[in-house]
């Protein structure tokens, strides 16, 4: 394997990183800022280009084996359409949040280039993530995924809300990669290597009682760091804090892309290195993911600042989620990881619009995120207040939205796994869910606006990037609600390969 | 091999036991023997230094702190380079572009710095 071939296998993530160079680079010497936006975004929008042609070319056996993943530097990364998938879900994240940001940062004066130029390298350390096949280069991926997150939560630092998110998401994010260190290096201690096949060959090796203690040791490590990233129940404390005091746009992406990427990184690790040890690990995953779905609902109903409920709605989501991996574990069939797939895009469509009709009023009136000041919207913000409905629906999972059918699949996974039990437990929260979703919707089309709720004018900065991106996001949730077929026959291609196919 | 992996590292429970019971002895043993007449001057926390003069926890500036970070930067740079060197030739041109890569990103932040003011002092 030569090094051309193993920059091939890279070459989405090495195309961000270079974006990300450029946004720094026009920074230093340009004054205005505007430019940056459309650099970043085009560095992201060639990336994701990269992997749809690196996935028609596996899709058509043209430069790669369909049926053999390309690997590179001796083994730690592979190509293959797991990967490419993802990519091009985060950098679609990425550039939603692009648009979102844009107006946002404007009008608070903090359009300064360093945001674009953070934000394409977490995408890079999301990207390698999911391309990692290598316990080291995932976590050395986890890292620089994290680090940009922990800045660009604190990125309104003249808020002191925004820097207290920042430093509490930076003592629990150091905390749970430590964490995670320790986990990977038991793995590694107990399969003597580093690359996922070579733990699922070492793991598999090992017997006996001594061996089975060590490994739940292990595992229990790697899921908890898993569970802080991905704010799983108990480890969701942080979540609903740093979602509040980040800027809107920052809590968009970090609700959906750094959670995507946990999810997607974690199931190839678990289900390529540790898929056969699932024994060992059933017991945690099911005990975490019914706490995270019952809190994540159940203390998401009191609260009245929209934020909040968001962040307490997306710990729900990732009970959800972690089903996938439940289902994929003990059924041994891929349909569960096809699942979190199909609902990483679902959630992403209807959480970044229901962030960005957030931003949308923010940016045109005074807004404390609180519930009382979104009524009347439907009179006052008639189109903002339509789309928000539509993301509302979809979040509780009602048909014809994508939503619907991200936990229809996901249900499935679980019932077809033997686990109908633990499918009737998620349904039951997801209609618990429905009073704190429809509730919004009530406020806005019910309830009369509050005093002093007054739009002001058209802003200067142009909120046309926020419309197009809500109204994008609303298009996709109902075209792909209506339609979600091709969606979900793209999520079982891409998850072909990686359960040793 | 589990329970071999374990024995092996019997050892190390040893001597990790030993040091923490070290500990306790010497300052449990220091603490029984040893008269005890406290003074202001020996609470002084440098009974035989400078006086402490003012609150520790005066403002400093922030300017330490950014020199502190690029000369980390330069410092890995060097612990990565001395290493190289000895590969040169093994790692043929592949190494020699990786290197050139690297050091690029790092002059990159250089000017970063640089642009962005952090190497003046005032």
New interface residues.
Partial sequence: MNAGNAVVVILPGVVVAVGAFVVFLVDLFVARKAVLAWIAAAGLITGAAVAVGQWISVSNGLHFNARKPQTGFAGMVSLDKYALFCVVLFAGIGVATIMLSDAYLARRKAARGEFYGLLLLVITGMIGMVVSTDVVAFFVSFELMSLPTYVLAGYLWRDERSGEASIKYFVTGAFSSAILAFGLALVYGASGQTTYSGIAAGLAKLSGLDARGFLVVAFVLVVTGFGFKISAVPFHNWAPDVYEGAPTPVTAFMATGVKAAAFAGFARLFVAAAGLQWQTWAHTMTILAVLTMVVGNVLALPQRNLKRMLAYSSIAHAGYLTLGLIAAGTSGKPLGIAAILFYLFAYALMNLGAFGVLIWIRNRRKFAYTLGEIGGLARTMPWAAILMAVFMVSLTGIPPTIGFWGKFYLFTAVVQANLTWLAIVAVIMSSVSAYYYLRVVWYMYFREAPQGAEMEAEPKSSQLGVTVAVSLAAAGVLVVGLFPEPLLKAAEGAVRLIFGG | ???E??TNWLYVWFFIAAGGALVVLILLFSKLINPSHLTAEKLAPYECGIPPVGNPWAPFAVRYYVFGLLFLVFDVEAVFLFPWTLVFRTLGT?GF??MLLFIA?LG?GL??AW??GALEWA
């Fill in positions: 091999m589990t329970s992996y374990l592949a572009v990786e990103v990159f000017l970063y642009r962005k």
